[in-house]
């Protein structure tokens, strides 16, 4: 068994660790060839972003958890009938949301706080980052699907060459052809482009996607997807939500300054969140596999060796992030009082880490096993929490400070709570979240 899962796992940490790395190297390109406000404008436009890698996340997701749990029944006809339903809401999702982005996202950027200079080139990166919303959902969308087919390499492969063609190409759109804000834009979707290629070569030649696929316009399969795939979406988005969240109330507080030392802090503990996020993410095909099996002792098993995994790795990145918090503010091209400011808030957040390790984990515990409301009640309440903590609670009191601290606060009770309703889901042997596939 701790073959199997970490044939899973480690692909899956892999693969999300270099979805943070590349974040760095962007931020790094924007940094040094900009300035910090242009690094401060992708942290406040980047949600806009998250939130439509978050909708291929969340649909791949969504539909691939029902994928495992059918491959567990052995129900090969509604395993090919949830394949063919998640292609085509990816399509369909990719297509909307685009014409949705473009007419509201001038609205979003001031709500989100950009003002100014600001603005001006948050505006220009998420224009272009706009239209290429059906490259990014569909590329974040074929990798659980891929991943639950027992294709977690080639999952890591496709992932790692879509990091790897937009530092190239950052490289080559700022720092090469000075195209600034633009180029960030283009090299992100290009980026994810080419990321399909591995994912959709893998279900052509392994699962002769034309022929096994079936699209069926069947209601009850498409509210199930749609149903568990509230959780993974707000778990992906959870993280650009808390930097909204955080971002316009350090502005308010802290100025563009707290505004800079927060963009270099989101950064690099985007890394530790996207690890820990690869080990739930790694696991969920056991888990659900076993789950639709009803082999229950297997999905506990699965559940403490991710819990473990993840206390181990976060436990790490606390050390490393404290540090190294005054190479990293040099790093993105802070000076002075940034460089000081960096080191002064890193410790908020690193300490957090050891929370979110068993809030995230448990998450992806429950939406594999289609406990819908325990995840839910997770993820959005860590949102609700952090919005209370960060706007009306800390603040008024103890000002920027208040902000950084509403962090490991509100983690820390959600992993407490992430504990209560694991004791209730193990004891209630009739959770209405149990999935009944026919």
Not at 61 to 77: H, Q, T
Not at 142 to 167: E, K, Q
Not at 328 to 337: L, N, P
Request: with cysteine.
């Amino acid at each position: 068994m701790n073959r199997e899962f970490f044939k899973f796992v480690i692909p899956s940490m892999i693969a999300f660790s270099f979805s943070g790395i590349y974040s760095i190297v962007d931020g790094w390109f924007v940094g040094n060839y900009l300035n910090e406000t242009g690094l401060a404008a992708i942290n406040v436009a980047y949600p806009i972003t998250a939130f439509i890698l978050a909708t291929g996340t969340a649909l791949g997701m969504g539909g691939s958890i029902f994928i495992s749990i059918s491959r567990g029944k052995g129900a090969s006809e509604d395993q090919r009938v949830y394949l063919g339903i998640t292609l085509a809401l990816l399509l369909v999702a990719g297509i909307v949301e685009m014409l949705l982005m473009y007419a509201v996202f001038p609205t979003v950027l001031r709500f989100f706080g950009a003002y100014g200079e600001l603005f001006t080139l948050g505006e220009e990166y998420i224009r272009w980052i706009i239209f290429g919303t059906l490259f990014q959902i569909i590329g974040s969308g074929l990798v659980p699907v891929v991943r639950n087919y027992d294709g977690a390499h080639i999952a890591m492969i496709s992932m790692i060459t879509g990091f790897m063609v937009n530092v190239v190409l950052d490289w080559v759109f700022i720092a090469l052809f000075g195209w600034g804000m633009m180029g960030a834009a283009l090299a992100t979707v290009l980026g994810q482009g080419c990321s399909i290629v591995p994912s959709l070569a893998f279900l052509i030649k392994k699962k002769k996607l034309v022929g096994y696929a079936r699209f069926r316009g069947d209601i009850k399969k498409i509210r199930e997807i749609l149903a568990v795939a509230v959780s993974p979406f707000g778990l992906t988005f959870a993280g650009s939500v808390v930097m909204i969240i955080i971002n316009k109330n350090a502005i308010i507080h802290g100025g563009e300054r707290a505004a800079a030392c927060y963009a270099v802090i989101s950064y690099v503990t985007y890394i530790v969140q996207m690890l820990i996020q690869g080990i739930g993410d790694g696991s969920q095909p056991l888990i659900s596999r076993y789950f639709g099996a009803d082999r229950q002792d297997m999905v506990k098993r699965l559940r403490n060796m991710a819990f473990i995994t993840a206390e181990i790795t976060a436990a790490v990145s606390v050390i490393l992030l404290i540090a190294g918090s005054e190479a990293v503010s040099v790093f993105f091209g802070m000076s002075g009082q940034g460089v000081s400011d960096v080191e002064a808030t890193m410790p908020y957040f690193a300490a957090g880490m050891i929370f979110m390790a068993i809030e995230r984990v448990m998450t992806s515990v429950f939406y594999a096993m289609d406990r819908n409301g325990y995840a839910y009640t997770l993820i959005y309440g860590e949102l609700i929490l952090m919005g209370i903590l960060a706007t009306v609670v800390l603040p008024p009191f103890m000002g920027v400070t208040g902000v950084w601290l509403s962090v490991p606060v509100a983690q820390a009770v959600l992993a407490v709570l992430s504990v209560l309703l694991l004791r209730k889901s193990v004891g209630n042997a009739g959770d209405p979240g149990r999935v009944t596939l026919r």
